[in-house]
C-alpha cells in the first residue's frame, strides 16, 4: 500500500460472508494496479452517515454494496445509472466529485459468466427461481438477449408480479411467463437459475428437483456460499452441465475496472 493508494469497500451487514474484499484486492494485486477493498460492516441505521462520510476521502473511489443495502441505498444517490435505474437496486456507488453515483453489474455479471463459459444465450428457454434483487438483475440483463421464452418463478405471488410489471414497464415486447412455488413447469427449460437464496451457507434444501428438467439443460447457481450447494451436487450426481455462484462476480470485475477507469 502506498499513500496515493485508491480505496474502495464491500458495505454489508452482516459482513463475515463476503467475498469481495478479497477477490478484488488479490486483482489488483495481480493487475499492479494502486488500489484495496475493504470490508466496510455497517448496519441500516448508520448507511446515510457513512456514504455521505466516506465520499468526503479523496482517495475513497467507491462501494460495492451487498446485503441488506442494496435498495435503501438508493436513497443516498444523487443519480443512477441505467441498470440501477431500471431494478430499482445498486451493487456499486462510485464517489465522483462529491456525489453519489449508483450503479448495478449484478444481472450483467451473470450474463458475462455464462458467455465467458461460452454458453450461448440467445434462442434459448431460461427459468429464473427468485424474483428478489439478484433475480430482478439478471432478468433485466437477459432482456438483451433475443430468448425464446423467460419464466420467472417466485413464492411470494406480489414480488413476482411487481417484477414483472417493472420488466414490461421497461421492455413492453418481452415475452416473460411468471409462475409460483405450487405451481412451475421447467421440463422444456435449457438454462434454470436459482437466483433464490435457498442452498445458503448450511441450508440442505433445494429449490427446484433436478430430475424435472430436461436432459441437457444447465444449472446456474447464484450462491457462492458454499461453491457447490446442495442443488449443485443434486445436479452432479445426474451428470447435469452446472455453473457456479462465483462466475457472476468474477465476471463484474473487468466491467468494474472499467467503471473506475482502473485498467
Ligand atoms: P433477496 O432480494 O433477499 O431475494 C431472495 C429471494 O430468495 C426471493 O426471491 C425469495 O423469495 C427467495 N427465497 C428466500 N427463501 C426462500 C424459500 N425458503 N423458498 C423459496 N424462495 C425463497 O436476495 P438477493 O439479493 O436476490 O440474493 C439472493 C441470493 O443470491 C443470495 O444467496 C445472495 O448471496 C446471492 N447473490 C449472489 C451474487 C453473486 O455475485 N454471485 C450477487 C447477488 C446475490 P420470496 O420473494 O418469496 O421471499
Redesign the pocket.
Known sequence: MKSTTHIFGCIADPID?VKAPTLYSKVFLERKINAIMIPVHVNEKNLGEVINSLKKIKNFRGLTV???H?VNVLKYCDELEDTADQTG?V?WIKFNNNKVIGNNF?GI??VRGLLNKNYIINDKRVSI?????????ISFALQSYNLKELKII???QN??NKLIKRLKNHFPKTTLIGEN?LNYDISKSDIIIN??????KSDT?I?FKVLNTKQNSLIAE????PELTFLLKEAKKLNKKIHL?????ES?IDLVGEYFNLW
Request: aromatic share 10%; glycine share 16%; no cysteine.
Open positions: 460472508h451487498t446485503i441488506p442494496k437496486a451493487n449484478d455479471g451473470f427461481f427468485g424474483a428478489g434483487g439478484a433475480g430482478m438483475a417466485n413464492r411470494d414480488k413476482l412455488f437466483a433464490t437464496s435457498v442452498g445458503m434444501t429449490p447464484i450462491i457462492m456460499e455462484g462465483k462466475y457472476m462476480l463484474q
